[in-house]
């Protein structure tokens, strides 16, 4: 096969008159968008750190093309892949064994491919956990949460908060059913003797500003899992008012930089942090799946602030 220098992002098209690199491509993300994907910079230095003679790429593929997408990297020898928006519950239809955490999340974000093979993981729970515990210097489980949003990156991260069983979960979704639906499914992490006085271990809330304003009193950390803040004109997921010096605040979009949300919660004298953590963290541990080894998550990290 003729060789060429990687491309930026690569299309179906691409896939189907597959032309190998040096280092070959085996691993990459799927999106759609994809361009804005920080995982390629953070993987391939964790590649070259480690010796292993592969890239890892961005891959802009719709969801009427994520069946062959899938297809094309399993006979091309693909080992790993990671999902994004907005592929990761959908991605669970074209696997061949999907491992209990992602199951129970309902989203896939770690994908392994071992003789053709593809076996689904969830790797956004931990890593939101290890984040936490990195930016602030707590473990969920002391944690009053809020979690606002009610997706793919909701889900795993509210999974979390229940299986390291969390002081209190509130779950927030501008579609109030699901997040109902969402409580319904962890209720029997919940069932446990800890008395909280009197308000509900937990709890799904509407979308409104009366709503967050009482919570805001009952909760220790806010998690925005809501694409708000990835656009200028986005208005904030929580108004700024209602941000209170107690409260620790983990905004899951990553820019460098502080978000919008991250900026009111620090003037409202609150702690903040923003989800460059969670990409590292979420991304070393799709690492270790797909190597069976420790990832360099200082490399990884430094390529990500660079
Ligand atoms: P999904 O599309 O699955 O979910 C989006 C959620 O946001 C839904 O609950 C939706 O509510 C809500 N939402 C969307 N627009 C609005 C709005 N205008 N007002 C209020 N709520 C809104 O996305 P994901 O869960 O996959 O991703 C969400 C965000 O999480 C991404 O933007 C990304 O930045 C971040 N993320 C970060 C990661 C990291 O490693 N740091 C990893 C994964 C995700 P509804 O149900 O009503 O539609």
């Known amino acids: 096969m003729k060789k060429t220098r990687a491309k930026e992002i690569y299309t179906l098209d691409d896939l189907r008159q597959w ?17 804005h994907s920080l995982s390629p910079q953070m993987q391939n230095v964790a590649l070259n750190q480690c010796k292993i003679d592969m890239q890892y790429s961005r891959f802009q593929i719709s969801p009427a093309e994520l069946s062959d997408a899938l297809q094309l990297m399993r006979e091309l020898g693909f080992v790993g892949l990671n999902l994004t928006v907005p592929h990761k519950i ?88 699901k997040a109902t639906k969402m409580a319904d499914e962890l209720r029997d992490f919940f069932v446990g003797p800890r008395v909280l006085g009197p308000v509900a271990r937990l709890q799904a809330i509407p979308w409104e500003e009366s709503a967050f304003r009482f919570q805001i009193a009952n909760v220790d950390l806010v998690v925005n899992a809501t694409p708000l803040g990835l656009n200028r004109a986005d208005p904030s997921p ?35 942090a923003n989800g460059l953590s969670m990409l590292l963290h979420q991304g070393a541990l799709a690492f270790e799946i797909w190597f069976g080894r420790e990832a360099p998550v200082g490399v990884m990290r430094s390529a990500l602030t660079r």
């Open 19 to 35: 032309h190998e690199v040096d280092p070959p491509i085996r691993l990459g993300v799927i999106g759609d968008p994809v361009a």
């Open 90 to 177: 959908a991605a669970l239809a074209y696997l061949d064994e999907i491992d209990q955490n992602a199951r129970r999340a309902g989203a896939t974000n770690t994908i392994k491919i071992n003789d053709g093979k593809l076996s689904g993981f969830n790797t956004d729970g931990k890593g939101f956990s290890r984040a936490i515990r990195e930016e602030f210097a707590v473990d969920l489980r002391d944690l009053r949460v809020m979690v606002l949003g009610a997706g793919g990156a909701a889900r795993a991260i509210a999974l979390q908060c229940a299986r390291e069983d969390c002081e209190r979960l509130v779950l927030a979704n501008r579609t109030l059913e």
């Open 238 to 272: 929580i108004p700024a008012r209602l941000l209170a010096p107690h409260l620790m605040v983990y905004d899951t979009i990553y820019v460098s930089g502080q978000t919008p949300l991250v900026s009111a919660a620090i003037e409202a004298g609150a702690r903040g």
